[in-house]
């Protein structure tokens, strides 16, 4: 009988299913559901800089003194702060499989060093969730991937549990930008993040946000790249993201490289028993195919297979439409 147990940045996980970071991960009660239906880990609900700068602006005065300012910012921010450290511990007193936490952050400084607080309150591993818009015409891109290298050096100063380190697909090169994260100590690498985005009611014409889940179909460029990075490095961690709502697509996932991956939009769109099922189908399929462990049949069709490294890249593209009729 196949069995789902594998290791992920030195964490035993009883499945490769990750719930990632989302409003489900906050509520301690889904949770304890997501553990019954057989998760591998739960990376609890970000912390975002901007939730806490706005909820400290939106307490302060026009008019007042300094002293006032820096008071209710400090004030706002150890409260959001202490509330996150009390949900570790809860997840950490209530749960058998690892608690990760969440950072979500758009620039290096002093408060990222409550990491070390949420390492103290029990967290067995850290993911950065970081997303720098780069909207200067005067910035290098290499000025804008620093800055991603800086907030980890920091975070990686202030905790000695590992940092998975989440981040979006525009990059100019990716292999290269992850193989520098990798050197300047992640210990996993997150594909991809999903941001806000904008749209436009031509109606109303008033701006607004777009919807916020993924689609199954997004999984392709997730694919790709999860093939192409664990490829290149078959001992890079990876915890590819985005359109993960399937037992099938874990499978593709896991045979492209993958160490563990993450479900997130499926959780809202099924409800937590999707883990169930997702655990249920990829147990099947290795019971079918003869494989006994997750390892047996992890990246054997990455790009390091040459036979499959062309399907990875651009020109497979001109190859199939070549041989349509």
Not at 45 to 59: D, G, L, P, R, T
Request: glycine content about 6%; hydrophobic content about 40%.
């Amino acid at each position: 009988m196949a069995n789902l147990k594998t290791r992920f940045i030195g964490l035993e996980l009883q499945s490769p299913i990750i719930a990632g970071s989302c409003g489900l991960t906050a509520d301690i009660k889904k949770l304890e559901e997501m553990e019954a239906n057989g998760v591998g880990a739960v990376i609890l609900k970000s912390v975002f800089e901007e939730q806490i700068n706005a909820e400290s602006s939106s307490h302060i005065s026009e008019s007042g003194y300094p002293e006032e300012t820096d008071y209710i910012r400090n004030y706002v921010r150890a409260n959001t702060i202490q509330k996150y450290i009390d949900l570790v511990k809860e997840a950490k007193s209530r749960l058998s499989i690892p608690v990760i936490g969440s950072i979500n952050c758009l620039r290096d400084g002093e408060w990222l060093s409550f990491a070390r607080e949420l390492e103290q309150a029990g967290a067995d591993a850290l993911e950065l969730n970081a997303f720098i818009l780069p909207t200067d015409e005067f910035t290098e891109s290499a000025e804008i991937e620093q800055l991603y290298f800086n907030l980890l050096k920091h975070v990686k100063t202030e905790v000695k549990i590992p940092v998975i380190v989440k981040i979006g697909r525009y990059f100019t090169n990716l292999p290269a930008f992850v193989s520098k994260l990798k050197a300047y100590g992640a210990d996993a690498v997150t594909i991809f993040n999903r941001f806000y985005e904008p749209d436009i009611d031509i109606e109303t014409m008033q701006m607004g946000a777009a919807p916020v889940f993924s689609s199954e179909a997004e999984l392709r460029t997730t694919l790709r790249w999860t093939g192409i990075l664990c490829g290149k490095d078959p001992k890079l961690a990876l915890c590819p993201s985005t359109g993960v709502h399937s037992g099938a697509s874990a499978v593709k996932l896991l045979l492209a490289g993958a160490g563990a991956v993450q479900v997130c939009s499926v959780l809202y769109e099924k409800g937590v028993e999707a883990i169930r099922d997702m655990n249920a189908f990829v147990s099947g399929w290795m019971d079918k195919k003869g494989f006994r462990s997750v390892e047996d049949f992890r990246g054997t069709l990455s790009y390091a297979d040459a036979a499959h490294a062309d399907r990875y890249e651009r020109a497979q593209f001109m190859k199939y439409f070549s041989d349509r009729k």
